[in-house]
C-alpha cells in the first residue's frame, strides 16, 4: 500500500473515531438534561449551565482528534 494512502487512511480514521465518542457523549448529554427538565422545570438554570460546560468539554475532545487527523495528513 502507498504510504500517502495510509497516512489518508490514519487521518481519516483518527477523525472519524474522535468524533464518535463526543457524538455518543453529547447525545446522552442532551437526553439526560431533558430528562432532568422534565422532572425539575424549576432547575433549568443549573442544568442548562452544566450541559453547556459538559458539551463544551466533550466538543474539545473532538477539536483536539480533528487536530490530530491534520497533523497526521500534513506531516510526511
Not at 8 to 34: H, K, R, S
Not at 43 to 56: C, D, K, Y
Amino acid at each position: 500500500m502507498d504510504p500517502q494512502a495510509v497516512k489518508y487512511l490514519a487521518a481519516g480514521l483518527a477523525m472519524g473515531l474522535g468524533a464518535l465518542g463526543p457524538g455518543i457523549g453529547i447525545g446522552i448529554l442532551g437526553y439526560g438534561a431533558m430528562q432532568g427538565l422534565a422532572r425539575n422545570p424549576e432547575a433549568r438554570g443549573p442544568i442548562m449551565t452544566n450541559m453547556l460546560i459538559a458539551i463544551a468539554m466533550a466538543e474539545a475532545i473532538g477539536i483536539y482528534s480533528l487536530i490530530v487527523a491534520i497533523i497526521l495528513a500534513m506531516v510526511a
